[in-house]
């Protein structure tokens, strides 16, 4: 590998993780054996790679736990203006994740997507841990040992419950539903094998799935 | 392809089976021999029918335009047969096809009329669908190996530090967790496998308390974890929530010695 | 704004948002008024942007809903090892289903169930629209109005592709008046009608299908 791919390949990869990356995270790209790079390529690398920076309205930073590309804050308020008229929303998706980690506590991921029928995405629990309505309490002792998401006490302060006792029993959300289907109906885009209302939901709502979590509004 | 049509058995061996990457294979590889327990799987691996169908008509590296209806319809029995006896839960639709196949064989063995009266081939409306599958079939395998985000082309982001706007993320109010929930409710119950059983929720709340107080690597004693103060119905909620926690292998419950003090921790 | 400020805030505006961003979309970082760039300026910078990613790892990419930054699919190999979760893979049934919906948009479940020749799953058609994949865009006139399904730019924004006419040219069907006479016809003597045909077959053909098509019975 020349020195250029190996800039290259550095480059690309901070640039996709988006999490900072230290040289022994980078050098985990190479296989073991004789064309696996030193530390001293890939930290020249980066050095190539922050000097391509200059002048740009990009650097790339080393931070405590590695390198990362930030964008200059000098151009935060011109960039700012992009996320301005973006008033979001949560997906249905996400939403749902989070009443079954309210009632199902302590749970899998596993056992959510076994729920939901649909495999979870990684952006939807990274956007309940972002808002620290969720934790992890532990691992089920099964193969893999998936940890155990439960609902923190920032959840309870947020939907103004005193304890986990206060959300309605499931017998009641069942009732609810009852009473007021059409509510339900706008919820989501639920579509069941026989059944033809869901589909109809779909229309209804501009249930955009950006990022997987959040969803512009003005974007359908 | 009129040369591929007379050719019939004959020939047969040195057409191409199919072309992997451009490469023709005239064999059909070995290894499609399927154990008899993996029936089931190899099964799934059938989108349908016609998927079935295909398969059966493709193996003998036959024209979808001259399908030999007694044979495919005589193996096509043979496997939903075999489903049967394995009593494996036979979607209706393979039993539409079968009676499909069984309607256009009788059909065929019929003295026909001479080939200048229009009347269709039997074989016509199966035919056009099978070709119509076989080319979705082709598309969904085409769209597969698209570059694809997150697998062949990654999005490439940077941080934002001087990140402000939004700082307040989207607001929810409990109403619409529980309208989100009642529809996972709703929809869970279509599945019977995916039952959601009322369940005391301070149980499920107090297993998670517990297994915050908890720690792998020390023992906790089993008395600290009950508040007195609660009474006698939170003493028997926080029973039920360690039983349940032991019951799903979250902790674990150690006693040295008779009547000795009970620990708790939780399992690594 | 000198055009080299202009093309420095485009790139990070493109790497700030993670989202495909249009020209107008770009645009919306200037206040309206003499000193705002016109389209023109927009789009010389992101084709500048455009050559500078020439013998980068990255590129700068128009897909359906706009431009944006992705790592050269060269590198995906490599850099897919520095995340944890693998790309989900997709079942021949989701793929088929969405297939179908690409090409014979729009559709209804009851089409697309004629071609596949199965009932479609709920939870292949949830999943399709919690990726925002596809989207309802009408019913069609027939009893039951059913909804007609059709594919999002979220979808082609996925696949990389700026538009529809981008994906692979579909496959057609042959004409039915070349459909042949039955192979029992032609292939060797006329046998007596009724039940020999098809043992005749198996034996003049080298896959029989005892051997390796279907198990036989003894075996198991």
Same mark, same amino acid.
């Given at each position: 590998?020349?020195?250029?791919?190996?800039?290259?390949?550095?480059?690309?990869?901070?640039?996709?993780?988006?999490?900072?990356?230290?040289?022994?995270?980078?050098?985990?790209?190479?296989?073991?054996?004789?064309?696996?790079?030193? @530390?001293?390529?890939?930290?020249?690398?980066?050095?190539?790679?922050?000097?391509?920076?200059?002048?740009?309205?990009?650097?790339?930073?080393?931070?405590?736990?590695?390198?990362?590309?930030?964008?200059?804050?000098?151009?935060?308020?011109?960039?700012?203006?992009?996320?301005?008229? @973006?008033?979001?929303?949560?997906?249905?998706?996400?939403?749902?994740?989070?009443?079954?980690?309210?009632?199902?506590?302590?749970?899998?991921?596993?056992?959510?997507?076994?729920?939901?029928?649909?495999?979870?995405?990684?952006?939807?629990?990274?956007?309940?841990?972002?808002?620290?309505?969720?934790?992890?309490?532990?691992?089920?002792?099964?193969?893999?040992?998936?940890?155990?998401?439960?609902?923190?006490?920032?959840?309870?302060?947020?939907?103004?419950?005193?304890?986990?006792?206060?959300?309605?029993?499931?017998?009641?959300?069942?009732?609810?539903?009852?009473?007021?289907?059409?509510?339900?109906?706008?919820?989501?885009?639920?579509?069941?094998?026989?059944?033809?209302?869901?589909?109809?939901?779909?229309?209804?709502?501009?249930?955009?799935?950006?990022?997987?979590?959040?969803?512009?509004?003005?974007?359908? | 392809?009129?040369?591929?049509?007379?050719?019939?058995?004959?020939?047969?061996?040195?057409?191409?089976?199919?072309?992997?990457?451009?490469?023709?294979?005239?064999?059909?590889?070995?290894?499609?021999?399927?154990?008899?327990?993996?029936?089931?799987?190899?099964?799934?691996?059938?989108?349908?029918?016609?998927?079935?169908?295909?398969?059966?008509?493709?193996?003998?590296?036959?024209?979808?335009?001259?399908?030999?209806?007694?044979?495919?319809?005589?193996?096509?029995?043979?496997?939903?047969?075999?489903?049967?006896?394995?009593?494996?839960?036979?979607?209706?639709?393979?039993?539409?096809?079968?009676?499909?196949?069984?309607?256009?064989?009788?059909?065929?063995?019929?003295?026909?009329?001479?080939?200048?009266?229009?009347?269709?081939?039997?074989?016509?409306?199966?035919?056009?669908?099978?070709?119509?599958?076989?080319?979705?079939?082709?598309?969904?395998?085409?769209?597969?190996?698209?570059?694809?985000?997150?697998?062949?082309?990654?999005?490439?982001?940077?941080?934002?530090?001087?990140?402000?706007?939004?700082?307040?993320?989207?607001?929810?109010?409990?109403?619409?967790?529980?309208?989100? #929930?009642?529809?996972?409710?709703?929809?869970?119950?279509?599945?019977?496998?995916?039952?959601?059983?009322?369940?005391?929720?301070?149980?499920?709340?107090?297993?998670?308390?517990?297994?915050?107080?908890?720690?792998?690597?020390? #023992?906790?004693?089993?008395?600290?974890? #009950?508040?007195?103060?609660?009474?006698?119905?939170?003493?028997?909620?926080?029973?039920?929530?360690?039983?349940?926690?032991?019951?799903?292998?979250?902790?674990?419950?150690?006693?040295?010695?008779?009547?000795?003090?009970?620990?708790?921790?939780?399992?690594?």
């Amino acid at each position: 590998m020349t020195s250029a791919q190996l800039k290259n390949l550095v480059e690309a990869a901070l640039l996709a993780l988006n999490s900072p990356l230290t040289v022994t995270e980078l050098l985990a790209m190479f296989e073991d054996g004789p064309d696996k790079p030193d @530390r001293r390529a890939v930290r020249k690398a980066l050095d190539e790679l922050q000097r391509d920076c200059a002048g740009r309205g990009v650097e790339l930073k080393e931070v405590a736990s590695g390198f990362r590309y930030q964008v200059r804050t000098e151009l935060a308020d011109r960039i700012n203006r992009l996320f301005q008229d @973006r008033p979001q929303r949560y997906s249905q998706a996400l939403l749902e994740t989070l009443a079954i980690i309210a009632y199902r506590q302590p749970v899998t991921r596993g056992e959510i997507e076994d729920i939901r029928g649909v495999s979870l995405s990684a952006g939807i629990v990274r956007t309940l841990f972002e808002r620290e309505w969720i934790k992890v309490v532990g691992h089920r002792d099964v193969p893999g040992h998936p940890e155990l998401l439960a609902t923190t006490s920032g959840f309870l302060d947020y939907f103004n419950l005193k304890a986990l006792e206060e959300l309605p029993s499931l017998g009641e959300i069942k009732d609810l539903s009852q009473i007021e289907p059409d509510l339900f109906e706008q919820t989501g885009p639920v579509s069941d094998a026989g059944g033809a209302p869901a589909a109809q939901d779909a229309e209804q709502t501009p249930v955009a799935f950006e990022d997987d979590n959040v969803i512009p509004l003005q974007r359908s | 392809m009129p040369e591929q049509a007379k050719a019939g058995a004959a020939t047969q061996e040195e057409m191409p089976f199919a072309i992997v990457q451009g490469v023709p294979l005239s064999e059909i590889p070995r290894d499609l021999y399927i154990p008899p327990d993996a029936l089931e799987v190899f099964l799934e691996a059938f989108a349908g029918p016609l998927d079935l169908l295909l398969y059966l008509i493709k193996r003998q590296n036959l024209d979808i335009l001259d399908i030999p209806i007694a044979r495919v319809t005589e193996q096509y029995m043979s496997y939903i047969e075999l489903m049967e006896v394995l009593q494996l839960e036979l979607a209706g639709e393979y039993l539409v096809m079968a009676a499909m196949l069984a309607e256009i064989k009788s059909r065929m063995l019929l003295p026909r009329p001479e080939p200048e009266t229009d009347e269709e081939d039997p074989r016509a409306e199966l035919v056009r669908r099978l070709q119509e599958y076989e080319i979705f079939k082709q598309a969904a395998q085409d769209l597969d190996d698209l570059p694809r985000l997150g697998r062949d082309c990654l999005a490439a982001w940077a941080d934002f530090p001087g990140k402000q706007v939004n700082a307040s993320p989207p607001e929810v109010s409990l109403e619409t967790i529980l309208q989100s #929930f009642g529809e996972v409710l709703r929809r869970a119950e279509v599945f019977s496998h995916h039952r959601i059983e009322r369940e005391p929720l301070s149980v499920r709340a107090r297993m998670v308390s517990i297994l915050d107080r908890i720690k792998v690597e020390e #023992f906790t004693r089993f008395q600290e974890l #009950f508040v007195v103060e609660e009474g006698r119905p939170g003493v028997i909620v926080v029973l039920l929530a360690l039983l349940e926690l032991a019951r799903e292998a979250l902790v674990e419950i150690a006693q040295n010695e008779i009547n000795g003090p009970i620990y708790v921790r939780a399992v690594a």
